[in-house]
């Protein structure tokens, strides 16, 4: 199974279709984890992350009757809890119902992390169940089935457990002799691609193909990934809001194409995340002075600083960080940031003429510092930082 990074396909069979041409579209994503804490952050930026996750749907659900889709496909985690709180699943039901639409089904899968059971989110005796408008779907049977459009299918099953060796995608039913319609096979799991995630609802390479499904619409890792071939391709739309730091290619929902006379489907992935998440390493500062150029107003940014610097410069980095973070009187030039300070260290060694005309004992005691800062180990280090301190207490009169 060869890994395609599709942000949509083009060629002649796209160019100059019109709208009569198209005989299925559909919008396909996954991986919502709604209910998702970030203990790593402070309590009120974990709560607007988790905020985030839930009005991502407005936009998903948006992106759905913008385009006309016939039907939204959710390939599961869609909770980051098989048994979430109410004040989760009771809003997603409010956002399904006011984005209602006669005949466009939306399709709700159990992954790994909101599986099917007793007591869980997606089984029929749920509160959440009840509260669902007509038009969504859950996947609560082996054998689920639904009609998309006249001569196309759904095929679809959930998983019932955290974590287990079974390919659902190969326990889809196989198209039988004959059989013309359109296919769409739904799942969530891994490819065998990851090795590290082969126990975990492991899909083959050539399940698309041995099955027989036009397309396979699956869930589980968070990028958004297209595999070959691309007559019958198994998708990942990747996760519509990133979870963490290193995440690629997420954000996104992927929309599918089906033409009347070609059967190979058109796929565009279109961005809905609220959010980039951006991980740098800061070496100088030069690339420090940039980031307050840039446009980070809806970036989640941790800086990991690596860099040398002096007092002066060291004040210099405070105040960029304080810009770049906000205070308790005015917002941050990042929607969010953290600072791994570790690799920061100050050269306090040269202060300048920071001691001209202070009193003699802070000199004395600035000149046995300077002979403790270089030596090795933690002496050196608590004498530098020492030495910063005593830098600002005589800068600040």
């Not at 939306?106 to 007793?118: A, K, R, T």
């Not at 050539?206 to 070959?228: C, K, S």
């Amino acid at each position: 199974m060869t890994e395609t990074k599709l942000a949509g396909q083009s060629g002649p069979e796209y160019e100059g279709r019109e709208e009569d041409d198209l005989a299925l579209k559909l919008l396909h994503t996954a991986d919502w984890h709604l209910g998702r804490r970030f203990p790593s952050f402070p309590t009120e930026v974990g709560l607007e992350l988790m905020r985030a996750r839930m009005s991502v749907i407005d936009a998903i659900l948006g992106s759905a009757a913008h385009n006309e889709v016939d039907a939204v496909l959710c390939a599961g985690d869609l909770f980051d809890d098989p048994n979430p709180d109410e004040e989760w699943w009771r809003p997603l039901t409010e956002k399904l119902r006011r984005h209602a639409r006669p005949g466009r089904p939306v399709v709700l899968l159990p992954g790994n992390h909101d599986f099917l059971g007793p007591g869980t989110v997606y089984h029929p005796e749920h509160a959440f169940r009840q509260a669902l408008p007509e038009h969504v779907h859950v996947v609560d049977r082996d054998d689920f089935t639904l009609p998309l459009a006249p001569e196309a299918t759904l095929y679809a099953r959930p998983c019932r457990s955290r974590a287990e060796g079974l390919d659902l995608a190969m326990a889809l039913p196989a198209r039988e002799e004959g059989d013309a319609s359109i296919r769409i096979g739904m799942v969530h799991g891994s490819t065998f691609d990851m090795p590290e995630h082969q126990t975990n609802f492991p899909i083959a390479r050539d399940a698309a193909v041995v099955r027989g499904f036009d397309y396979l619409a699956i869930g589980d890792t968070h990028a958004h990934r297209v595999y070959d071939p691309p007559e019958q391709p198994t998708v990942y739309p990747g996760a519509p809001e990133p979870t963490s730091f290193g995440e690629r290619d997420v954000g996104n929902v992927a929309l599918v194409f089906f033409g009347r006379r070609r059967r190979r489907p058109l796929i565009r992935s279109e961005r809905v995340a609220r959010f980039t998440w951006e991980e740098r390493v800061i070496e100088d500062m030069p690339s420090l002075r940039r980031l307050r150029d840039e446009d980070l107003q809806r970036t989640v940014l941790r800086l990991q600083l690596r860099l040398r610097v002096s007092p002066a410069e060291r004040d210099e980095v405070e105040e960029i960080l304080r810009v770049l973070g906000g205070t308790s009187s005015s917002h941050g030039h990042a929607a969010v940031l953290q600072v791994d300070r570790t690799g920061l260290r100050t050269d306090a060694s040269d202060l300048g003429d920071a001691l001209l005309g202070a009193p003699a004992v802070l000199v004395e005691t600035a000149t046995r510092l300077r002979a403790q800062a270089g030596e090795p180990g933690e002496t050196g280090e608590v004498a530098q930082r020492a030495l910063y301190h005593l830098y600002r207490l005589v800068r600040s009169g």
